[in-house]
């Protein structure tokens, strides 16, 4: 008989089905069995009737993980019985034969829907065993949305896709958050951003996107930074204005959270959780704005201060939320000398640039902004960031030839999932998070996680 997919289940009542998948769940009442089955399209309850003897006998074997094959007779449940809602309520499977494709040891912990309630160290300790959860996987199901809607939404607006190099000379971002790598008899350096590769290809290109991994080496264990990143860049030419960028970037996160509640709804269900609201247009303002306003609402003065500290970012967005609604704030203006040295300096006051970070629910989301485009310019910024020219030549060979005005911004995959999500750890939104204390296992020597 040809295996029937568990979601399509409910297409079949009165019929004798086969499935395969595993069991989820095992519950003995009185001289029945209930199982509940899970294949990648869902889950069904099935029950084993008193008068099926061998599939009692059957039965009795199974553990949760185990791996059947079940034939059973599609039956519409009394209405009493029904679950509204939920994939299968209606429906449940009687069943009429157990063949066992592989066995399961006991579970370490309890993954039934409503007993899996682990903490951290332990799901990611499991990680094997505990990816099977459909809490995971609909988490997992978000993230793979997020990408494949930032892909669409920058091939609609024409932007070319290409493959940045993850092994690189120089040090894109500045700072000491780099990993160096032996190579060969030389040193280089994991990339920490496309950056400089997605600029050098937007000058050809015009419109340019990448979905890559970036390495930061990040020491300090935080609830939001992870050492491996998943970097969603995108680079456009021919700008008026930084603005430009702001409303891409916000066209693509429209794009991405309507994908989401398209084809992740049952996923969002499973979480519980509501997405972010984002208006038609978004609000934005400069740093010294958002400083001031922190001022007022809360009477603390970080007026002046370089960037926004994670206190900040959270009350920010606690204001715009409360003036306007919306979950999403754009902040732009910071000051030219503590970022990198391609942002593009504001000229009526070049102290400040025009740079800008996305924060939605309290956390940055992405960096962006016009960029410098003019040759000398560029080479001035080199110089006062005391970096060394020969490391970047290909880069600065770019504009030499000719750049338009430009920019573009980038989102950490992880960080999105991780706020529409409202996970309180980014590394709930990996499959394998990569952090100080971890490459899989725990490295020796670790004693706490975060
Ligand atoms: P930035 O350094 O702000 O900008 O990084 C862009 C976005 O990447 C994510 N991110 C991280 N996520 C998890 N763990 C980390 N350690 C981590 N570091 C960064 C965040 C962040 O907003 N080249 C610029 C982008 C540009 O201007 O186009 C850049 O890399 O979501």
Redesign the pocket.
């Known amino acids: 008989m040809k295996r029937t997919y568990i979601k399509e289940l409910g297409t079949k009542v009165g019929e004798e089905v086969m499935i395969k998948g595993w069991v989820n769940i095992r519950r003995d009442q009185g001289k029945m069995i209930f199982l509940d089955f899970r294949d990648m399209t869902g889950i069904v309850q099935g029950v084993i009737l008193p008068n099926q003897t061998e599939a009692l006998e059957q039965g009795k074997k199974l553990r949760q993980e185990f791996v059947v094959e079940v034939n059973g007779k599609v039956n519409e449940r009394p209405e009493r019985n029904k679950k509204a809602g939920i994939l299968n309520g209606n429906i449940e499977l009687e069943i009429l034969k157990i063949t066992i494709l592989a066995e399961a040891a006991p579970l370490p912990f309890d993954m039934s829907a409503d007993g899996f309630n682990l903490d951290l160290i332990t799901e990611l300790d499991n990680r094997a065993l505990t990816l099977r959860h459909p809490r995971n996987q609909a988490v997992f199901k978000i993230l793979e949305t997020v990408i494949d809607s930032f892909r669409e939404i920058m091939k609609n607006e024409s932007f070319f896709e290409f493959q940045a190099p993850c092994i690189v000379p120089a040090t894109?971002?500045g700072g000491a958050e780099v990993f160096k790598i032996g190579y060969f008899n030389k040193a280089a350096y994991l990339t920490?951003?496309p950056?400089l590769y997605k600029q050098i290809v937007m000058s050809a290109f015009e419109r340019c996107f990448s979905v890559n991994k970036i390495f930061?080496a990040?020491p300090s264990a935080t609830t939001?930074?992870?050492?491996e990143?998943i970097?969603l860049?995108a680079e456009m030419a021919f700008i008026d204005s930084w603005t430009d960028i702001r409303d891409m970037e916000e066209k693509t996160i429209k794009y991405i959270l309507e994908q989401i509640k398209k084809n992740n709804a049952e996923h969002l269900k499973i979480l519980g959780v509501e997405l972010p609201v984002m208006l038609d247009k978004t609000p934005t303002m400069s740093l010294r704005e958002a400083q001031q306003k922190i001022f007022e609402a809360y009477k603390r003065d970080n007026r002046g201060d370089k960037d926004l500290s994670s206190q900040d970012e959270v009350e920010i967005c606690e204001i715009v939320k409360k003036e306007t609604g919306s979950d999403f704030v754009f902040v732009y203006g910071y000051p030219t000398k503590k970022k990198p040295f391609y942002v593009y300096p504001n000229p009526a006051e070049p102290e400040f640039n025009e740079g800008l970070d996305m924060i939605c629910r309290g956390r940055?989301?992405?960096?962006?902004?016009r960029r410098i485009n003019n040759f000398e310019q560029l080479e001035k910024h080199v110089k006062e960031w005391n970096l060394d020219p020969k490391t970047i030549t290909m880069f600065l060979q770019a504009f030499k030839y000719g750049v338009p005005p430009e920019g573009?911004?980038?989102?950490?995959a992880?960080?999105l999932v991780m706020q529409f999500l409202n996970l309180p750890n980014?590394r709930q939104a990996v499959i394998f998070p990569r952090d100080m204390n971890r490459i899989d296992e725990r490295l020796e020597g670790t004693e706490g996680e975060f």
Do not use: M
Request: proline share 0%.
């Open positions: 894109a971002e920490q951003s950056q930061r990040e939001r930074h992870l050492t990143i970097s860049d940055e989301l992405s960096s962006g902004g573009g911004f980038a989102f950490g992880e960080r980014v």
